[in-house]
T-cell receptor, first 113, second 110 residues
């Protein structure tokens, strides 16, 4: 069974630029999560999708971050414009829904200069 | 006070040692507790999951939850160099999403 795929693995941008990350969850997983993990901290949930609907986006900085999950499969997370403090690893995770276990992808490491 | 706290380490132990990793939390409503292992430049992977108080054992790993003290632990017996990673605790209340601790970095020296 293929795991959660994310791309790109690394991205370096300058502040005020925009960036997008892509996630392909495990096949059949209805629930998809985006987390932000700043160096030395645990993952912080940004947004949770159930199929293509948003379940929880209470911690998503909506003035600059947006996410979508068209057709309930792949998802993209966008930052526009980026700030220095957005430097972090962005993790995507998925599960069937109702499960406790979340399966994480390898993450996208973002550096904002 | 942060909602979930962990000693950041790094914690260095010799191969074969018993390792104790701990988390404290402030929200008494948490009922579900997990331990994740995260290797460098990888996503977290689930190690142990427990509900409410008590112990759970899986091979060399034992998870303990003490809700009265708001304290959870992960014990690793016969630690191996392959156990070198960051260990994250996570917890939640019913119907809520998980809150992660900052992680403890463990290094097992051969």
């Amino acid at each position: 069974e293929a795991g959660v795929a994310q791309s790109p693995r690394y991205k370096i941008i300058e502040k005020r630029q925009s960036v997008a990350f892509w996630c392909n969850p495990i096949s059949g997983h209805a629930t998809l999560y985006w987390y932000q993990q700043i160096l030395g901290q645990g993952p912080k949930l940004l947004i949770q999708f159930q199929n293509n609907g948003v379940v929880d986006d209470s911690q998503l900085p909506k003035d600059r971050f947006s996410a979508e999950r068209l057709k309930g499969v792949d998802s993209t997370l966008k930052i526009q414009p980026a700030k220095l403090e957005d430097s972090a690893v962005y993790l995507c995770a998925s599960n069937i829904g109702g499960q406790e276990t979340q399966y994480f992808g390898p993450g996208t490491r973002l550096l904002v200069l | 006070q942060k909602e979930v706290e962990q000693d950041p380490g790094p914690l260095s132990v010799p191969e074969g040692a018993i390792v104790s990793l701990n988390c404290t939390y402030s929200n008494s409503a948490f009922q579900y507790f997990m331990w994740y292992r995260q290797y460098s430049r990888k996503g977290p992977e689930l190690l142990m999951y427990t509900y409410s108080s008590g112990n759970k054992e899986d091979g060399r790993f034992t998870a303990q939850v003490d809700k009265s003290s708001k304290y959870i632990s992960l014990f690793i017996r016969d630690s191996q160099p392959s156990d070198s990673a960051t260990y994250l605790c996570a917890m939640r209340n019913y119907g809520q999403n998980f809150v992660f601790g900052p992680g403890t970095r463990l290094s097992v020296l051969p």
